[in-house]
């Protein structure tokens, strides 16, 4: 099964500022999706990037708040731009996975203050 | 669209109890798969099954166990003789499309020694 590396693993960071979190997988994936888990919920899907392509957000989810770079099949990074205090989340990556269905990065959990 | 339930937001047990986490579905698929995954404290994302819809033998891992019911939509999760580290939030979830998975609302389990 792939093996995603993901950092940070945390971060705090202040209010307007962005972040940049990376995902490298061991292996080359056609898709590589981002979610976003708030404290307390569930996983949600930002987007889904695919290489050489923009990515595909999902509703709620806009390119200027959160810019998503793909540029080869193994890595992928995820901004979190202009940063308050509601941003403050666990942000995943996945993969595909074609035994296990999908693989998710060990995630970055962000505060903001 | 998919949808997932997990109505049990929180359960606690005393170790050593069994415990059951209840996962019911609703897609238009014919054929689907389901995922169990299990999310600690660090927050990370542990993948624990994977079930193809053709498939409704029930699956045992260890103390594990897993019984999917296509006649009532039902993919429930039993862990047997549980243990502190058993300790986790529980997800269930179904992949829409061939892109992303929609997860429930998850279980947070609490064992207590």
């Known amino acids: 099964s792939a093996v995603i590396s993901q950092k940070p693993s945390r971060d705090i960071c202040q209010r307007g500022t962005s972040l940049t979190i990376q995902c490298q997988v061991d292996?080359?994936?056609?898709?590589m999706f981002w979610y976003r888990q708030q404290p307390g919920q569930s996983l949600t899907l930002i987007a889904t990037?695919?290489?050489?392509?923009?990515?595909?957000?999902e509703s709620g989810f806009v390119i200027d708040k959160f810019p998503i770079s793909r540029p080869n099949l193994t890595f992928s990074t995820l901004t979190v731009s202009n940063m308050s205090p509601e941003d403050s989340s666990i942000y995943l990556c996945?993969?595909?996975?074609?035994?296990?269905?999908?693989?998710f990065g060990s995630g970055t959990r962000l505060t903001v203050v | 669209a998919q949808k997932v339930t997990q109505a049990q937001t929180e359960i606690s047990v005393v170790e050593k109890e069994d415990v059951t986490l209840d996962c019911v579905y609703e897609?238009?698929?014919?054929?689907?798969?389901l995922f169990w995954y299990k999310q600690p404290p660090s927050g990370e994302l542990v993948f624990l099954i994977r079930?193809?819809?053709?498939?409704?033998q029930n699956e045992i891992s260890g103390r594990y166990s897993w019984n999917f019911q296509k006649s009532t939509s039902s993919f429930n999760f039993t862990i047997t003789a549980s243990q502190v580290v058993d300790s986790a939030v529980y997800f269930c979830?179904?992949?829409?499309?061939?892109?992303?998975?929609?997860f429930g609302q998850g279980t947070r389990l609490t064992i207590n020694p």
């Open positions: 996945s993969v595909e996975d074609r035994n296990l269905g999908y693989t």
């Open positions: 897609t238009r698929d014919t054929t689907y798969y």
């Open positions: 990037a695919n290489q050489g392509s923009e990515a595909t957000y």
């Open positions: 979830a179904l992949p829409q499309g061939a892109q992303k998975l929609v």
């Open positions: 292996s080359q994936v056609t898709m």
């Open positions: 079930r193809n819809s053709f498939d409704e």
